[in-house]
């Protein structure tokens, strides 16, 4: 019902940014809340932004005041600044969606996911 195709990563130093895109299709109800994660080598997926609609936004600490998460004005696409990248911010960064009232960065209760899109930050 809904596809997710992320873009942006790459290869960037320490200090840099990195702009991601994610692009969704289908039907939009089921991503009206949209999200990114990220999981790197041996390490758990991470929650670090959440955008419902275009209005409420939500933050992981690690990443609060560095990274953020917006929408074009239709709502298809969704972004993630980031900015004052780290060696730790290494990870395949995914895109996650599903309906209202995903309010919370928990992986569990987001159904649709994009492939990933690798982000490497070197010192």
């Known amino acids: 019902q809904v596809q997710l195709v992320e873009s942006g990563g790459g290869s960037v130093q320490s200090g840099g940014s990195l702009r991601l895109s994610c692009a969704a299709s289908?039907?939009?109800?089921?991503?009206?809340?949209m999200a990114w994660f990220r999981q790197a080598p041996g390490k758990e997926r991470e929650g670090l932004a959440l955008?419902?609609?275009?209005?409420?936004?939500k933050y992981a600490e690690s990443v609060n005041g560095r990274f953020t998460v917006s929408r074009d004005n239709a709502g298809n696409t969704m972004y993630l600044q980031m900015n004052s990248l780290k060696r730790e911010d290494t990870a395949m960064y995914y895109c996650?969606?599903?309906?209202?009232?995903?309010?919370?960065?928990?992986?569990?209760?987001?159904?649709?996911w994009g492939q990933g899109t690798q982000v490497t930050v070197s010192s």
């Open positions: 955008i419902a609609f275009s209005t409420y936004t």
């Open positions: 289908g039907n939009s109800y089921y991503y009206y809340t």
């Open positions: 996650a969606a599903d309906a209202p009232g995903r309010l919370e960065l928990d992986a569990n209760t987001f159904k649709y």
